[in-house]
C-alpha cells in the first residue's frame, strides 16, 4: 500500500471528526492497510453525522396520536362455506402462480446463533425432533419439495450477513444444498452500519484496522438485492412476487399457495401473515391503521394501556402480531429501492467491544455505542394496498430465539412434533399423549415426505397406532421404531 492513499482517506475523514481511524496506520501492514481504506470508503460519513446528530427517534411518525389509531383490516381463517370457497378460489391462484414460475422465495439468515450457545450461523442450528436436521435443511426440503410438486424450479435467494456468509456458504455446500441443485440456491450480503460511540459519535473500531461494523437490520434486505442484481434478474425472468420469511422459524408454510392466492387476488403490494398474542407482553410487533395508512409498531412503542386494551368481545384490541412472512410485489420493492431514503434507520443504545486509544480492547459493562438498523416493515406505508392475514400460531409459528423458556429449542421441537401429531390424527393415527394433551413420544416428518396434513393421506394408514418414536423420512418409505433416538426435548 503507498503513503499517497493515507492523506485521501484522512481528507475524507477530517470534515467530520473520524480521522482518529487512522491513528495506527502506520503500524499496518499493506493488507490491513486495504481493508481499513476499503471499510472507510464504504462507510457514509455525511450519514452518520446526520443520524448521530438527530436526537429525536428515528423511525415513522412515532409516538403516535394514539386516539387517531386503529387495527388494521384481517382476513381470516375460513369459518363459513362461502368463506371457505374464497380460500379454494386463492390457493388454485397461488398454485397457478408457483407453477408458472413467477414466485421467488427470499431467507433472511444473517444472525449468529450465540444466544443459543451455538458458535456457528443460526440457520445451522439442528432442530429435528428426531434427526436433528438444521433449520437450514428444514427449510432446504421445504424449497425442494415445492419445486418438486409444481415441477418448477423455484428460485432461492438467501440473505447473509458479512459474519455469516462464509460459514453459510461451506454448510451448504457440505450438505449438497440438501438435493437442491447448486444453480437455484443464490447467496447475498447484507450491508453494515458502523457503530459510534454514543457521546462523541466517533466511529468505534474493532482492531488496528477495522471498523466495528453491524448488519444494517433485515430492511437492509432492499439495498442487498438491489446492488446483489437480483431485483433486474427477477422481473427480467417474470418472477412477479417474492415469498419472504425469516431463518428462526421452521413452521413457516414457504411459498404458501393460499396466501400467494390471497395476495395475488387482491391486488396487493405488500402482504402480512399475523397472528393473535398470547398475552400483553409478548414481545410481537403489531400491524396498525393511522392516518389511512398500515404501520408496524414495534411492542416497546406500545404503551401499556394500549397494550391490554380489549375490545367488547374480550380480544386484544390491538392483536395483529407480526411473524415476519411476507409477500412482496417485485415491481413494489423495485420502486422503493429506487429511492433509497424512504426507509428510516432505527437507533439503537448497545454495549459493542472496541480499542482504546492504546489499543486496547475493552469490553463495557455497560451500553456505549450508538447502532443503526432498516427494518423491512417499514415498507407498509409505503405502499397503495397491504393485505394482512392471520394464520394460526399453532400451525405456523414458534421462532427458535432464547437458549431456554419461551422461543426455545425445547419449545420449537415441542411444537414440531404438535404439528406433525395433527397431521398424523387427521390422517386417522392415534397418537399417544400424556394427561395434559402433549404428544409424548418425539415425531418427525421431513418435508419430502409432507408438506401439510393432506400430503399424508394414503401414505400412513398401515402404521396403526403409534407407540414410540416415529420418523416419516421418505415418501412410502417410513421408519416407525427408533427405540435410540433422542428425547423429545433436550
Known sequence: MTAPLYPLLRERLVPFGQEHVLRWWWELEDAQRSELARQIEAVDLAQVHRLFHEHAHAGLELPFDWDQLE???????????????????????????????????CLVAGGQGSRLGHDAPKGTFPIGPITQRSLFQVHAQKVLALSRRYEVPLRWYIMTSPDNDAATRQFFAEHGYFGLPAEQVEFFVQ?????????????????KWQLALSPDGHGGFL??????????????????????????????????????????????????KVVRRRHAQE?????????????????????????????????????AGNIAVHIFDVAFLQRVAECDSQLPYHRAVKKVPFINEA???????????????RFIFDVLPLAQQVLVVETDRAEEFEPLKNACGENSPETVRAALCELYARWLEQAGLRVPR????????PIEISPLVALDASDLRGQVEHLGEICSPLLLEHARDQVSANSTCQDLVR
Not at 83 to 102: K, M, V
Open 71 to 105: 387495527p388494521p383490516e384481517v382476513v381470516r381463517p375460513a369459518d363459513t362455506v362461502e368463506a371457505w370457497e374464497q380460500e379454494q378460489q386463492a390457493w388454485a391462484i397461488g398454485e397457478q402462480a408457483l407453477r408458472q414460475g413467477r414466485v421467488a422465495i
Open 191 to 207: 450491508g453494515t452500519m458502523p457503530a459510534v460511540d454514543k457521546d462523541t459519535g466517533r466511529l468505534l473500531m474493532r482492531s
Open 223 to 272: 439495498r442487498a438485492l438491489r446492488r446483489a442484481g437480483i431485483l433486474d434478474e427477477l422481473q427480467q425472468n417474470d418472477v412477479r412476487w417474492l415469498f419472504y420469511f425469516q431463518v428462526d422459524n421452521p413452521l413457516v408454510k414457504v411459498a404458501d399457495p393460499l396466501f400467494l392466492g390471497q395476495h395475488i387476488s387482491r391486488g396487493a403490494e405488500v402482504s402480512v
Open 283 to 319: 414481545k410481537l410487533g403489531q400491524v396498525v391503521r393511522y392516518r389511512g395508512r398500515y404501520y408496524l409498531v414495534e411492542y416497546t412503542e406500545i404503551p401499556p394501556e394500549w397494550q391490554q386494551r380489549r375490545d367488547p368481545s374480550g380480544n386484544f384490541w390491538l392483536d
Open 359 to 373: 489499543g486496547e480492547c475493552v469490553e463495557p459493562d455497560s451500553a456505549n455505542a450508538l447502532k443503526w438498523e
Open 434 to 441: 400424556d394427561r395434559s394433551g402433549r404428544v409424548s413420544v
